[in-house]
């Protein structure tokens, strides 16, 4: 069964701080995913990555990075968490089955930032 | 720009009754669209999907349906059953692009 894992279910962290969020698949899946959720605005693409050490800005990079040295493991990093990066944080990973792409998510982690 | 919309933040169905969930899209690039569930405490699940060839796509009590010329996609549930109650999240897949846009989400209430 499809698994992906995000390291924390919830996180609370101060302005200021490094943080960061991990998140590993079990599927060898090629490509994963960082979004966020936040009420009213949907799901938001921050980054993703087609493979190891390679990455691509989505809609909203701003304030974040992220890190693949391995084909399982994709980490967001807060370089300087502020307040407005409070939200929930869904990693994914995807596959392409008779032509279409369908993302598997993990459970997701609420981050609070005071 | 918001390539994905939902409009209906909410949606309420008495049990064994139709729930219909609406989505429209701006970008004529987008080739696959999806729906994904998502009920609370967890990450949202693929439901059904269909092509930009198709105008039609069923899976047991889920439909999905789509008007290319109206850039229109609607989800059908019939018959509705409380365990249905979830967030419905509307996503459209450009293949090129490698990514998925999703819509704001509707939350659908199934009364028993």
């Known amino acids: 069964d499809v698994k992906v894992t995000q390291s924390s279910r919830y996180l609370v962290k101060r302005t200021g701080e490094k943080v960061f969020l991990e998140c590993v698949q079990d599927m060898d899946h090629e490509n994963m995913f960082w979004y966020r959720q936040d009420p009213g605005l949907g799901l938001r693409l921050i980054y993703f990555s087609y493979d190891v050490k390679m990455k691509e800005k989505g809609d909203i990079p701003e304030g974040y990075s992220v890190s693949r040295e391995k084909k399982e493991r994709f980490s967001l990093i807060l370089e300087s968490a502020s307040t407005n990066q409070t939200s929930m944080y869904l990693c994914?990973?995807?596959?392409?089955?008779?032509?279409?792409?369908?993302?598997?998510f993990g459970s997701g982690t609420q981050l609070s930032v005071l | 720009d918001q390539q994905v919309k939902q409009n209906s933040p909410s949606l309420s169905v008495q049990e064994g009754r139709i729930s219909i969930l609406n989505c429209d899209y701006t970008?004529?690039?987008?080739?696959?669209f999806l729906w994904y569930k998502k009920y609370p405490a967890e990450g949202p699940t693929f439901l059904i999907s269909i092509s930009s060839i198709k105008d039609k796509n069923e899976d047991g009590r889920f439909t999905v349906f789509l008007n290319k010329s109206a850039k229109h996609l609607s989800l059908h549930i019939v018959p509705s059953q409380p365990g249905d109650s979830a967030v419905y999240f509307c996503?459209?897949?450009?293949?090129?692009?490698?990514?998925?846009?999703f819509g704001d989400g509707t939350t659908l209430t199934v009364k028993p």
């Open positions: 996503a459209a897949s450009d293949t090129n692009a490698g990514k998925s846009t």
């Open positions: 970008n004529s690039m987008f080739d696959y």
């Open positions: 994914a990973s995807s596959i392409r089955q008779a032509g279409v792409e369908k993302l598997f």
